[in-house]
Each structure stands twice: as structure tokens, then as C-alpha cells.
């Protein structure tokens, strides 16, 4: 069973950087594409970025290109969100994801795996 842990999440003024760790157990790694997303409150959960399974490919949403970036070491069957530049519109509870499809993590409607989430705050 795939399991998928968040960590690196916590409280940074605006313009600050984090970086989000995920890792996954369970799976062959190289397998699934992985990606992030987030939910505000009050708000519906949105695409944040995705990565194919070996990295040859990278997605990110129009509101982070430019600042955040997600990678992945699959020998660590780690995936990575690193975070510069950060707003205040950038808080929410972000969530790793794992399928084998690179097209559904992007989509987000039916992916296979969800992590518990990491609280990132960006105070102004």
C-alpha cells in the first residue's frame, strides 16, 4: 500500500522560501508520477505542480511558475516543493499526491494517492 508523508510545512513571512518534502513507501517510486496541491480555506483544492516518474517532465500552475519548483530523487523516493517568494495567497494546506498517470496527477480529479497535508502559513 502506498503511503505518502508531508513534511516541511510552518509559519514564514511573505517574500520567505520553504521547502515541502514528501515521501513515499509502499511503491515503486519511479512508477508514479507525484505532485502537489493545495487547499485555503474556504477555498477548493488546486493544482500546485507535478512531476513525471522519472522527472523528465514538470508542470506548474500559472500562480507559482517562477517561484515554486517540484523535484524529485527516486533513489530517496522523495518528491520536493521548494517555495521562494512567498504571499500571503500562498497559505493553505498543502497535499502530496501520487498515479501512475502523469496526466491525472495534473488533472487531480481521481488520483490514487493523497498525503495528510502540511499547514503552510505566509504571514504579510
Known amino acids: 500500500q502506498v503511503q505518502l508523508v508531508e513534511s516541511g510545512g510552518g509559519l514564514v513571512q511573505a517574500g520567505g522560501s520553504l521547502r515541502l518534502s514528501c515521501a513515499a513507501s509502499g511503491c515503486t517510486f519511479s512508477s508514479y508520477a507525484m505532485g502537489w496541491f493545495r487547499q485555503a480555506p474556504g477555498r477548493e483544492r488546486e493544482f500546485v505542480a507535478a512531476?513525471?516518474?522519472?522527472?523528465?517532465?514538470?508542470a506548474h500552475a500559472n500562480s507559482v511558475t517562477g517561484r515554486f519548483t517540484i523535484s524529485r530523487d527516486n533513489a530517496k523516493n522523495t518528491v520536493w516543493l521548494q517555495m521562494n517568494s512567498l504571499k500571503p495567497e500562498d497559505t493553505a494546506v498543502y497535499y502530496c499526491?501520487?498515479?501512475?498517470?502523469?496526466?491525472?496527477?495534473?488533472?487531480?480529479?481521481?488520483?490514487?494517492?493523497w498525503g495528510q497535508g502540511t499547514l503552510v502559513t505566509v504571514s504579510s
Open positions: 512531476i513525471s516518474g522519472l522527472g523528465r517532465s514538470t
Open positions: 499526491a501520487a498515479d501512475r498517470a502523469f496526466a491525472v496527477v495534473q488533472r487531480g480529479g481521481s488520483i490514487a494517492v
